[in-house]
């Protein structure tokens, strides 16, 4: 062991030894992974080992894709036997809804390029499984690249490759403290201590006790998870070939074979968590008692769908425990308040994402950026609130008794909530308010009578009608919005104007006015699709989504420029937004002096409230957005209310916020918008200044301009009687993939479904007829002109 390392990877599980792999494969060499027992001491020695390249969040399956690759390559690098069974893989559907689903996860598939997968009927499904029972099945999804590896092989394939590549390994050695001296880390380990300049922590089961060392209390907690081996079955002794990696998601099962028996694991409904703060240090190379009477129900359903269990004996049982995040995906990257410390860990699949993982975190530390948009497993998606230990318990326990649960688009899970409201929340409840949530803050979806309740679908929902009313209110007199869910930061300072003019690839806006803002990484990707507001006292506004707060003030922190004062204001300020025909008349019965040009902004006396007014909608009417302190919000809607009973005002939900700006072709984060994609490709670059001389991406965005995109961002008109696109359909010309979807909805007022798209250049002509798969069922299909309602903006500036 030196004592100095540009980077210490602290914990030797697969995610550990591929995070050590990558730095040293991408040339980091300098580079070293400390475990406090031997490698695998911890989720990985026991892991099922099972790999396969689909999961319903695209980015995700995407990770495991690359994981899967590079599986072989790091065994011929290594020279060590990883076990790799492919024996493709089996997802069967029992539920009509779960066979839709899967119909449509397989265009998914198709568009992030697994396209060696295929639907499959009952007669391939048991020429492929013989030992599975068929019965209740409708038919399974096929993928070619599935199956398993030896865990201990793979932990030590990539370390023995990390170290022919210059790394070092330290077994035998518990990191005890981390010290940040300002310019480096202080390890203190068993065995001396180090200095580096980078630490991650890859701690898994004790990534909580990592973090805790540097002053975070990190979103994870294990929860034991149950497999067992069975004894020979011999009717896998009569065949010549592996049955494939099967999944029985209305049966909560996963199966292998092993050997010439199975390995059956089980997700079951009544979850148990295990030592939520983390496991003990002196834990290791060992089990948990199984737990036999709690995973009855779902043992049956095992039994039931591999009649041969009924024949053999259990060899061994496995109950251990791993490591899961709120939402099942793992934690990696960058934190704001500690430098240079990155996480890799709440990683639950390991052997499948851990290559992935590695790779992302390795671009990150040595470019600063990664290679394909890594928000599904960016720390930055939680915030300090989810580290309340109940929330961790209900969320983390909630995936997992629905690892294999089918959620809807249109469904709201209750795990964690309600946690943060704003304060007109009662009234709008009472009001008839239905909620999501966006980053642990209930936000309005729609409004409707007290007895309905929706159902569940991966179709167009039966709340349309509400939300079509809604929509033609905004269209017709006028909405009322609550806008809490948005981020505010605050600008201040001698240096506000010059950091922000650097910061944004925008034409910062004059005093009194407001603007949309680009902003654009170095390599000219987008880092955020924000507003900016000029208060004309020397203070500014930066506003976005609610839920990349923590994401937005990493940047800004990142790049943070002398003599200026960033705040977080967003849980002090909150708000509404009125849209339609008669807002301007509604905001004048309440201050008659209001006149605001089109993005003009300003401080207003609104009867008893003063109020920061911005004059703007993504709805595309005549609208406003009205700013007050959090103990004002119930006045400021009692008010509005009041002041538009006479104008037809009516509460409106983000369900017609969503339809309402798609048919404006306005496009939103997550979905249009994301941070592998450019400016040029979303035509977020008309609004860039060309003529500043400098500001960050420039250079990459001057090039892209010149060049320009291989695809680019249009609208599509689909005939799609009662369906919407959700993002990543295939769209296709005469069987030719040539893009994807990106969001959809229904145009209430156009009367058509509409869907945004990334497509191949050459197809981005209005008028172009192409197809698309809603729910997997094919649709016709016909790019049309921008802004489908009011192309000329007329009801907006008006």
């Known amino acids: 062991m030196k004592d100095q390392y540009r980077v210490v990877v602290i914990g030797g599980g697969v995610v ?23 490698l695998t001491a911890g989720s990985s020695w026991h892991a099922a080992g099972g790999i396969h390249a689909l999961n319903a969040d695209p980015n995700m399956a995407a990770l495991q894709a690359y994981t899967i690759d590079l599986l072989s390559e790091v065994e011929a690098e290594s020279g060590i036997d990883i076990g790799l069974h492919m024996t493709g893989g ?32 009952v007669d391939e499904i048991k020429e492929k499984c013989p030992i599975i029972s068929t019965d209740g099945i409708i038919g399974g999804l096929w993928a070619d690249r599935e199956g398993y590896v030896d ?58 006790q990592c973090g805790r060392m540097v002053g975070l209390d990190l979103p994870v907690s294990p929860l034991s998870h149950h497999y067992f081996l ?39 409904v009544d979850h148990q968590h295990w030592m939520m703060d983390g496991a003990p240090w002196n834990y290791g190379i060992e089990l948990l008692q199984e737990d036999t009477d709690r995973i009855e129900n779902e043992l049956m359903m095992a039994f039931d769908r591999y009649p041969a269990l009924n024949d053999v004996g259990i ?50 530390m040595i470019h600063g950026d990664t290679e394909t948009d890594a928000w599904s497993m960016d720390i930055a998606r939680y915030g300090p609130q989810h580290s309340n230990r109940e929330y961790i318990k209900q969320t983390t326990g909630q995936f997992y008794s629905r690892r294999f649960v089918m959620t809807y688009p249109n469904e709201q899970l209750p795990a964690g909530r309600p946690l943060r409201m704003a304060p007109a929340h009662d009234a709008m409840t009472a009001a008839g308010c239905r909620w999501g949530q966006s980053w642990g803050l209930e936000t309005p979806l729609y409004f409707a009578p007290e007895d309905f309740v929706e159902t569940p679908s991966l179709n167009r929902s039966d709340a349309s009608p509400f939300v079509e009313a809604e929509c033609k209110a905004v269209r017709e007199a006028a909405g009322l919005l609550d806008i809490t869910g948005f981020s505010r930061f605050e600008v201040t300072g001698a240096g506000a104007e010059a950091w922000l003019d650097t910061l944004f690839a925008t034409k910062l806006p004059k005093p009194g006015r407001s603007r949309l803002a680009v902003m654009l990484s170095p390599e000219g990707k987008l880092k955020g699709d ?45 708000g509404f937004s009125v849209a339609g025909p008669n807002a301007k008349a509604i905001m004048q019965s309440v201050q008659p002096d209001l006149e605001l040009p089109f993005m003009g902004c300003g401080t207003f006396d609104l009867g008893l409230l003063r109020c920061k007014v911005g004059r703007l909608s993504v709805t595309g009417e005549h609208g406003y957005e009205i700013h007050c302190r959090a103990n004002e919000h119930i006045a400021l809607r009692r008010m509005l209310l009041e002041a538009g009973a006479g104008h037809g005002l009516r509460e409106v939900g983000f369900n017609a916020l969503l339809s309402l700006r798609i048919e404006k072709s306005y496009g939103i984060w997550s979905a249009e918008f994301t941070q592998d994609r450019t400016a040029a490709m979303t035509g977020m670059d008309r609004w860039i200044d060309w003529q500043k001389p400098d500001f960050i991406g420039r250079d990459a965005a001057i090039k892209e301009r010149d060049d320009g995109p291989e695809q680019v961002l249009v609208t599509l008109g689909l005939d799609s009687p009662d369906a919407d696109c959700s993002g990543y359909e295939p769209v296709w010309s005469n069987g030719t993939r040539i893009g994807f979807t990106t969001s959809g909805a229904y145009g209430y007022t156009v009367g058509q479904s509409i869907a945004m798209a990334m497509v191949d250049r050459a197809y981005a002509e209005p008028g172009t007829e192409l197809t698309v798969h809603v729910v997997g069922i094919e649709r016709q299909a016909k790019v049309l002109a921008p802004s489908p309602y009011d192309p000329d903006g007329k009801a907006m500036r008006g």
């Not at 990558?22 to 027992?37: I, Q, S, Y």
């Not at 899967?102 to 598939?109: C, E, S, V």
């Not at 990390?162 to 390890?187: C, F, M, P, S, T």
């Not at 995040?325 to 990257?333: A, H, I, T, Y």
Request: overall charge negative; aromatic content about 12%; some cysteine.
């Open 90 to 121: 089996i997802t069967v559907a029992c539920d009509p809804n779960r066979w839709e689903w899967l119909q449509g996860a397989y265009r998914t598939f198709q568009t992030i390029g697994i396209d060696d997968c295929h639907l499959m009927g």
């Open 230 to 268: 069975t004894e020979t079955i011999p009717e896998l002794e009569q065949i010549d070939f592996e049955v494939p990696m099967t999944v029985d998601l209305e049966g909560f099962t996963y199966m292998r074979q092993d050997k010439k028996g199975i390995l059956v694991g089980i997700y079951e």
């Open 151 to 208: 865990t201990t092989g793979t932990v030590h394939a990539y370390a023995r490759a990390a170290k022919k590549r210059g790394a070092d390994i330290i077994e035998h050695n518990k990191v005890e403290e981390l010290h940040w001296k300002g310019d480096h880390w202080q390890v203190v380990t068993e065995k001396g201590t180090i200095r580096a300049e980078h630490v991650v922590n890859a701690g898994g089961l004790w990534a909580k």
């Open 530 to 574: 924000l507003t900016l507001f000029n208060w004309g006292d020397g203070t500014w506004w930066i506003m976005g989504s609610y839920y990349l707060r923590e994401w937005h003030k990493r940047w800004f922190a990142d790049h943070e420029g002398p003599d200026m004062i960033l705040r977080d204001i967003s849980d002090d300020v909150c």
């Open 16 to 38: 550990g030894a591929s995070v050590l792999y990558h730095l040293a494969k991408f040339g980091w060499t300098d580079v070293a992974l400390v475990e406090r027992n031997v």
């Open 315 to 364: 060899s061994d049982w496995v109950n251990g425990a791993f490591t899961f995040s709120p939402d099942g995906n793992p934690l990696v990257g960058p934190v704001e308040s500690v430098p240079n410390y990155w996480l890799a860990c709440g990683v639950m699949a390991g052997f499948l994402q851990g290559g992935g993982v590695g790779k992302t975190l390795a671009e990150w």
